[in-house]
């Protein structure tokens, strides 16, 4: 069975640093493109950013360029998105998921809040 | 990479059938075959229910269907069942290796 299951989430103040983790089981990790994908409170689905299988390539969103990286180790099968100058938009549950057909697999979430 | 466009609301009474529409440009929805619909129900995760334009996923009800013209895809639910009461998200390929979600129709089931 697949799991994914972020950490990492929750308060830091605007202009802050917090670093989300994804840890992947159930299927070969080091096989598969991965997202980050995220949802303000009350919001739609926002696609953040992908990474290729090797950790060779990724894009961003424009609204993230810049300011977060999207990481990951194949060894420890985990995911990671560093998130640097966060802003109060920022704010949002954020997903990752597996690039399997096309988001097949994703997360619990884990709630980000930037506030002072 | 601006969102594409969803109805905000559309409803229907049990066994009918409902079509929501994902509006892009030739860019992103009209450019690739690679719109995916996503269903979320309040404080769960989204769940894959087409993909590809029209293709479903194992476990997805056949009453689930997904097409496109031009720059405009759609997904229909026939039947239309209780638990089909949710929020559905449209998302599309838009080159770079970039993606696109729309802005999410909530289903309503009366």
């Known amino acids: 069975e697949v799991q994914l299951v972020e950490s990492g989430g929750g308060l830091v103040q605007p202009g802050g640093s917090l670093r989300l983790s994804c840890a992947a089981s159930?299927?070969?990790?080091?096989?598969?493109?991965m997202h980050w994908v995220r949802q303000g409170p009350g919001k739609g689905l926002v696609w953040v950013s992908r990474?290729?299988?090797?950790?060779?390539?990724?894009t961003y969103a424009d609204s993230v360029k810049g300011r977060f990286t999207i990481s990951r180790d194949n060894a420890k099968n985990t995911l990671y998105l560093q998130m640097n100058s966060l802003r109060a938009e920022d704010t949002a549950v954020y997903y990752c998921?597996?690039?399997?057909?096309?988001?097949?697999?994703w997360g619990q979430g884990a709630l980000v809040t930037v506030s002072s | 990479q601006s969102a594409l466009t969803q109805p905000r609301s559309v409803s229907g009474s049990p066994g009918q059938s409902v079509t929501l529409s994902c509006t892009g440009t030739s860019s992103d929805v009209g450019g690739y075959d690679y719109v995916s619909w996503y269903q979320q129900h309040p404080g769960k995760a989204p769940r894959l229910m087409i993909y590809?334009?029209?293709k479903r996923p194992s476990g997805v009800p056949d009453r689930f269907s997904g097409s496109k013209s031009g720059n405009t895809a759609s997904l229909t639910i026939s039947g239309l069942q209780a638990e089909d009461e949710a929020d559905y998200y449209c998302?599309?390929?838009?080159?770079?290796?970039?993606?696109?979600f729309g802005t999410g129709t909530e289903v309503t089931v009366l």
């Open positions: 998921a597996r690039e399997y057909l096309a988001l097949a697999d």
């Open positions: 590809n334009v029209s």
């Open positions: 990474i290729k299988n090797d950790g060779s390539y990724a």
């Open positions: 998302c599309s390929y838009a080159g770079s290796y970039l993606d696109v």
């Open positions: 159930g299927f070969t990790f080091s096989s598969y493109w």
